[in-house]
């Protein structure tokens, strides 16, 4: 269904970028003046596309840096769009920029060694510096950039908190008459995240049900009511994320990793850097391409189960969908809904599953399930180790921890875990791992299958009396500081 039309944009853009259905039995393709969420003949997931030969790409990826010579530009300024040459679908006067993609490549030889890496071999890319503190906005600014093109005002999203900040944010932070709409599950958002929904001044609509549900209620009231859809669906967000990529790139001076990890919720980022890759590949601007790693929580492990253990796999663009399907039906039968502590990967029907596929295939990439426990342990590893999370960013390093162990990843590899979302975005359950509070534990991470804080760094309660408390000091501070 098209839902929105505007004059033509200018025959260059229009001609070297389209949007086209990944089916290739369909194929079917579209301006990039349109608007759709599904393929209107096929229903598949729809992709941007570029005619390459048309466009003015550099021919070094180093080329990209000189722009930060010029960062007062907005548009050099981004981290996403100081790379525009490899998303280039967007005339630049219609680019919505809110100085997004200013994030971290650290070294972490601490995490490195819980993970069992030689020293100097792993990295965390924090995307939990973005405005709206997760990586979300690389893909929200693209897909608003879009929603520009094509006149739309309001803009929804179903969200299990992250994707919800950031499309309250980016309506807030702009003055282009967006008006956002949020709907989420009940019971199902950290504070943190849904304080930023409220803060923004976004419509919020709690549903009766998880994030599946209120994904399938977006996209029917999205189709009714026209209103443009921001989940990561929407094939322009994808684009936004592929520069998360090039910044790992940018901050390892162009030389390509062994590894990216990831963790995979509705599996937009594990798609949109296959994607990246599989552009730069082509384009002649890497030699070679990293090994993907896709980290699902034990609790919600839907690629897990149909990739590692049903031999779902790409095949040239056409899976074997019965196998999926059997699946979810299986999910329905027994009633299983995805629960982990991990919300922001609590999805048990993926929906870029397919796209995944392809980043696999093209990366020769592995998934791997880890467990609450594993994920809230590495997480205080994580913030021992200098840089905070929020539990799904932990995943990657659990993730990458497990790989290790069984051999996947070698301790000499160089390895970039993908920290998604801030530290703060959800304070309860790092503070029900660490302060020894056993009714909060119980509620929060032990109803999860949590046993133990082997990590927590536990306050000490003492006398409001000097002494006390400098006999305390003396007490735990040779002997507390975590290892
Ligand atoms: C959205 C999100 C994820 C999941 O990413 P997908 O692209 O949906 O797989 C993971 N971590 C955080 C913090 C997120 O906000
Ligand atoms: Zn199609």
Known sequence: ??????????????????????????????????????CPRCADLIDVVYNWDRLPVPDRLAQFQTRWADRHEPLNFSGVWRFRDLLPFAPPESIVTIGEGQTL???????????????????????????????KDNGMTAAFTHARMVSAHRVACASTGNTSAALAVY???TDLGFRAIIFIGSGKIAYGKLAQALDHGALTIQ??????????????????????????????????QKTIIFRILEALRWEVPDWIVVPGGNLGNSSAFGKAFIELKYLGLIDRVPRLAVINASGARTLDELVGH????????????????????????????????????????????????????????VVQMVSDQEIMDAKARVGAGGLGGEPASAASVAGAKRLREAGVIAPSDRVV???????????????????????????????????????????????????DIIRTIALYSEASAPA
């Open 310 to 365: 049903r031999k779902l796999a790409w095949l040239d663009g056409l899976p074997e969908m019965s196998t999926v399907d059997s699946y979810y039906t299986h999910l329905d039968a027994d009633g299983i809904k995805a629960s982990t502590i991990a919300s922001a990967i609590e999805i048990n029907r993926p929906v870029n599953l397919k796209k995944c596929l392809r980043a696999l295939h093209f990366c020769g990439g």
């Open 171 to 173: 309506c807030s932070a």
């Open 207 to 240: 549903i009766v049900g998880d994030f599946d549900d209120a994904m399938q209620r977006v996209r029917q009231v999205a189709d009714r009511l026209g209103i443009y859809l921001m989940n990561s669906v929407n094939p322009f967000r994808l684009e936004g």
């Open 1 to 38: 269904m098209i839902q929105q039309t505007t004059p033509p944009a200018p025959a260059s853009v229009q001609t070297a970028a389209y949007q086209q259905c990944i089916n290739p039995t369909c194929a079917a393709t579209f301006g990039v003046d349109e608007t759709h969420f599904a």
């Open 417 to 467: 875990c993908i920290l998604t979302g801030h530290q703060l975005k959800d304070p309860t359950a790092t503070v029900a791992y660490h302060s020894g509070d056993q009714d909060l534990f119980d509620s929060v991470l032990g109803s999860r299958g949590v046993k133990r804080a082997g990590f927590a760094n536990r306050p000490v309660v003492v006398a409001n009396d000097l002494d």
């Open 105 to 135: 490549l650290q070294p972490a030889d601490k995490v490195a060694q819980y993970v069992g890496l030689n020293q100097g071999r792993l990295w965390l890319q924090y995307e939990g510096m973005n405005p709206s503190g997760s990586f």
